[in-house]
Nanobody
């Protein structure tokens, strides 16, 4: 069964860095179109962090992370990455990955991971 799994979360001090990974697996994958990262902090709504098209030619960042976070992907292993630098306490949240996957029979669905916790604290 197709699934998307995030990894790489953890605790870091302000100003530190973390790299998140998101891998799609578990079933037939014909193609993955847009992959993205979102986050939800306690008491807040889900927020766009970054999205990337299959070719990498179109990337969108949320305003709060521009210049600090970088999204990338490796289509050969169905994985997207989020390099986070200059982390701030406001970046504390559960980070979720999404993947727009075309699978068996050319069916298309958006899959979400269960999330990985990022905590920025001194």
């Amino acid at each position: 069964q197709l699934q998307v799994v995030e990894s790489g979360g953890g605790s870091v001090q302000p100003g530190g860095s973390l790299r998140l990974a998101c891998t799609a697996s578990g079933g037939y994958i014909f193609r993955i179109n847009v992959m993205g990262w979102y986050r939800r902090a306690p008491g807040k709504e889900r927020e766009l962090v970054a999205t990337i098209t299959r070719s990498g030619s179109e990337i969108i960042y949320g305003d709060s992370v521009k210049g600090r976070f970088t999204i990338s992907r490796d289509n050969t292993i169905n994985t997207a990455y989020l390099q986070m630098t200059g982390l701030k306490p406001d970046d504390t949240a559960v980070y979720y990955c999404s993947a727009d996957i075309i699978g068996t029979g050319y069916s298309r669905d958006t899959y979400w991971g269960r999330g990985t916790q990022v905590t920025v604290s001194s």
